[in-house]
């Protein structure tokens, strides 16, 4: 069971505060710009386990979405995992 929350940056902005909400400091963060196109912003920083902050250079608008996942423990679940790559 995994929960993703994404937030909207309309505005061009140096400093996106979000609010996961998701009760981890270190969820997986992934930023993406107006087109589409993933990039990497200047910084990441973790407030505590329900805010982060997206720090950019220049103003930038876009999307950042935080994930976490997880298995429940009272199911059974196979580690066995396979992935093809086409080439």
């Not at 940056?9 to 997986?28: D, T, V």
């Not at 912003?41 to 935080?66: H, M, R, Y």
Request: proline fraction near 5%; charge should be negative; include cysteine.
């Amino acid at each position: 069971l995994g929960y993703n929350i994404c937030l909207n940056q309309i505005n061009p902005a140096l400093i996106w505060a979000m609010n996961h909400n998701l009760g981890n400091r270190y969820p997986q963060v992934m930023v993406w710009d107006t087109n589409g196109a993933q990039i990497i912003p200047d910084e990441i920083q973790t407030v505590d386990d329900n805010n982060l902050n997206v720090i950019f250079s220049i103003p930038t608008a876009g999307k950042v979405c935080a994930t976490i996942g997880g298995v429940s423990t009272n199911s059974s679940y196979s580690d066995n995992f396979t992935i093809e790559l086409k080439l």
